[in-house]
């Protein structure tokens, strides 16, 4: 039973193909170990674990593109990886990874917990054991796992990344850079995609604290490695409204969406024209957004915290905001889920239950000025005026996307603390 974490089996895979054309490197990371699975099935058909090799490649292209057709290219892969190996433990392992990256969390939990109990030195699977608690909100198990990644296997890179985004979401900020800068140092330069993604966290978790500066350098690099990298573009354009640039911000957005027609992108940048005063394209993409954001709320990968602010904040149908957050709670009590549904029954006036649900957020840790933000105003509503000034207080301070409006709320706050 082979039990190489997923990491170095995109490695391995890459470095082959280097070797065998020139051209290989005007391809990216998974398009070279697309390439080289390929080759290996064309030498032999029933090899299931080129099936294996290329599927993981596949899903790897999903997330360098945010094109989700390639989850399905890759399922036929893994079908027929088993049509060749039933139940093969490298496919059944890829299959997890699929189903986190189609946001099938709780079933990629079971399944993680399953393969677990046959595999359990297996590194990664601690890695998918920790995305799927993190996902769902099961924060102590997702913190248990990710520490199991880094005591079987001391200073893994895929161990690393995950825990410093716990790091992020228990509050420390510094910390999290911290590890992703480790990450980012011990990633080849050959792994470009990796390189631009954990660039792409730094510069989150700078524009987070407020770093602006920081953020954009960190993003214009992750750019400069990867060329029109969606994660950058989105951040970049964060960093663009903080510094009221606003039609640059359109810009990137417009770019990010161009590549990759999801909802959420289409949400994002209909804020974005809205801040710009293109206020008839901004409607009419919030409108698209709507239609499309329906249309995949059936399913888990969806964009259910976009349509509830849109809802709550845009279109003002706090009944609809509601039934799409009960929707999304049903199923996971992540913070960022849990502040979408505080924050839809707030705009219902149900601020008691509403305040609950933001401060259990708050209690993981996260230092994030739009939950603060968010956070304040409901404390405001349920009449717990020092709470408010706290969380109005602490969001400011971040100086990061949503702290100005707390610095509003204050300001308003004062006027009237004065008359």
Same mark, same amino acid.
């Given at each position: 039973?082979?039990?190489?974490?997923?990491?170095?089996?995109?490695?391995?895979?890459?470095?082959?193909?280097?070797?065998?054309?020139?051209?290989?490197?005007?391809?990216?990371?998974?398009?070279?170990?697309?390439?080289?699975?390929?080759?290996?099935?064309?030498?032999?058909?029933?090899?299931?674990?080129?099936?294996?090799?290329?599927?993981?490649?596949?899903?790897?292209?999903?997330?360098?593109?945010?094109?989700?057709?390639?989850?399905?290219?890759?399922?036929?892969?893994?079908?027929?990886?088993?049509?060749?190996?039933?139940?093969?433990?490298?496919?059944?392992?890829?299959?997890?990874?699929?189903?986190?990256?189609?946001?099938?969390?709780?079933?990629?939990?079971?399944?993680?917990?399953?393969?677990?109990?046959?595999?359990?030195?297996?590194?990664?699977?601690?890695?998918?054991?920790?995305?799927?608690?993190?996902?769902?909100?099961?924060?102590?198990?997702?913190?248990?796992?990710?520490?199991?990644?880094?005591?079987?296997?001391?200073?893994?890179?895929?161990?690393?990344?995950?825990?410093?985004?716990?790091?992020?979401?228990?509050?420390?900020?510094?910390?999290?850079?911290?590890?992703?800068?480790?990450?980012?140092?011990?990633?080849?330069?050959?792994?470009?995609?990796?390189?631009?993604?954990?660039?792409?966290?730094?510069?989150?978790?700078?524009?987070?604290?407020?770093?602006?500066?920081?953020?954009?350098?960190?993003?214009?690099?992750?750019?400069?490695?990867?060329?029109?990298?969606?994660?950058?573009?989105?951040?970049?354009?964060?960093?663009?409204?903080?510094?009221?640039?606003?039609?640059?911000?359109?810009?990137?957005?417009?770019?990010?969406?161009?590549?990759?027609?999801?909802?959420?992108? @289409?949400?994002?940048? $209909?804020? +974005? #024209?809205?801040?710009? =005063? /293109?206020?008839? &394209? !901004?409607? %009419?993409?919030?409108?698209?957004?709507?239609?499309?954001?329906?249309?995949?709320?059936?399913?888990?990968?969806?964009?259910?915290?976009?349509?509830?602010?849109?809802?709550?904040?845009?279109?003002?149908?706090?009944?609809?905001?509601?039934?799409?957050?009960?929707?999304?709670?049903?199923?996971?009590?992540?913070?960022?889920? @849990?502040?979408?549904? $505080?924050? +839809? #029954?707030?705009?219902? =006036? /149900?601020?008691? &239950? !509403?305040? %609950?649900?933001?401060?259990?957020?708050?209690?993981?840790?996260?230092?994030?000025?739009?939950?603060?933000?968010?956070?304040?105003?409901?404390?405001?509503?349920?009449?717990?005026?020092?709470?408010?000034?706290?969380?109005?207080?602490?969001?400011?301070?971040?100086?990061?996307?949503?702290?100005?409006?707390?610095?509003?709320? @204050?300001?308003?706050?004062?006027?009237?603390?004065?008359?």
């Amino acid at each position: 039973m082979k039990k190489t974490a997923l990491l170095f089996i995109f490695l391995y895979s890459f470095a082959t193909l280097a070797q065998v054309s020139q051209n290989s490197v005007k391809l990216s990371p998974a398009e070279q170990g697309m390439a080289a699975a390929r080759r290996l099935i064309e030498k032999n058909p029933k090899n299931f674990e080129a099936y294996n090799a290329l599927a993981l490649a596949l899903s790897r292209r999903a997330r360098e593109t945010s094109d989700v057709a390639f989850y399905a290219q890759a399922q036929d892969a893994l079908g027929k990886s088993f049509e060749i190996s039933p139940e093969n433990f490298d496919g059944e392992r890829t299959a997890v990874w699929l189903l986190l990256g189609r946001h099938e969390f709780p079933a990629a939990l079971e399944k993680a917990k399953e393969l677990n109990k046959k595999a359990p030195d297996d590194v990664m699977l601690y890695g998918f054991l920790t995305d799927a608690n993190v996902e769902i909100g099961n924060y102590d198990d997702a913190e248990k796992a990710a520490q199991w990644m880094l005591d079987l296997r001391p200073g893994n890179l895929p161990g690393t990344t995950r825990a410093a985004y716990l790091r992020e979401l228990f509050g420390d900020i510094d910390g999290s850079v911290e590890l992703m800068n480790m990450a980012y140092q011990s990633t080849p330069p050959s792994e470009a995609e990796d390189r631009a993604w954990i660039l792409s966290q730094i510069g989150h978790l700078q524009l987070t604290s407020g770093k602006n500066s920081d953020a954009e350098t960190s993003l214009q690099q992750a750019l400069a490695i990867f060329p029109g990298y969606h994660y950058a573009l989105q951040n970049l354009a964060k960093v663009r409204i903080e510094q009221k640039r606003y039609q640059d911000a359109v810009n990137l957005l417009q770019q990010r969406y161009d590549a990759a027609k999801h909802a959420e992108n @289409l949400y994002d940048l $209909a804020e +974005a #024209l809205e801040l710009v =005063g /293109r206020v008839d &394209e !901004a409607q %009419k993409a919030f409108a698209e957004f709507e239609t499309k954001s329906l249309a995949e709320s059936i399913l888990k990968d969806n964009s259910d915290r976009e349509l509830i602010f849109y809802y709550a904040d845009h279109s003002r149908q706090p009944a609809k905001a509601l039934e799409i957050a009960n929707q999304e709670f049903a199923w996971r009590h992540d913070v960022f889920t @849990l502040d979408a549904y $505080a924050w +839809a #029954l707030h705009v219902n =006036g /149900r601020d008691a &239950e !509403a305040l %609950k649900n933001i401060q259990t957020a708050l209690a993981v840790g996260i230092r994030d000025a739009k939950i603060l933000r968010h956070a304040g105003e409901i404390a405001l509503a349920a009449g717990n005026r020092a709470a408010a000034e706290r969380y109005l207080n602490e969001s400011s301070q971040l100086n990061a996307p949503g702290s100005k409006r707390a610095r509003e709320l @204050l300001a308003t706050l004062f006027r009237i603390s004065q008359n």
